[in-house]
């Protein structure tokens, strides 16, 4: 079964994440920002990757330079609905850290679900 790790501050993007992708046979596990999430994939190794671009602490963009930077070739799916003050969009930062696909939010599940089913290879 494919491990996809969660990585938002949200507690309820997080929940309703992981409702989905259990419900589609996938295992999930869940960190509240970058610093959890990148030591819990060095614990237990994911999948898939799924990180909000903006978190207190360590944010999605520095999240994918760190695992980068330690060699992971693990896809990550990068969300986010732009900064607090709506001005800035670093989409275009994400998919240059390498992030596999990047989705607005709000997104639709089904668009969660077709990006991982692609990160896959399914």
């Known amino acids: 079964m494919p491990r996809i790790l ?4 949200d507690p309820d ?6 409702k989905i992708l259990t419900r589609a046979g996938y295992d999930v596990v869940e960190a509240a920002d970058g610093t959890a999430g ?12 799924i990180t909000d671009i903006f978190m ?3 944010d999605g963009l520095q ?10 070739l693990v896809k990550v799916i990068a969300v986010s609905g732009g900064d607090r003050t709506g001005t800035m969009d670093l989409k ?21 679900l077709d990006a991982v089913k692609e990160a896959l290879g399914r």
């Open 6 to 9: 969660v990585i938002d501050d």
């Open 63 to 72: 999240t994918m330079r760190q695992l980068k930077k330690e060699g992971s």
């Open 38 to 49: 990148v030591e819990l994939q060095h614990r237990e190794p994911a999948d898939v990757i």
């Open 92 to 112: 275009e930062h994400a998919k240059l850290l390498g992030a596999f696909k990047v989705l607005a939010k709000p997104f639709e599940m089904q668009d969660v």
């Open 13 to 18: 993007v997080r929940r309703s994440l992981r």
């Open 56 to 58: 207190p602490g360590l």
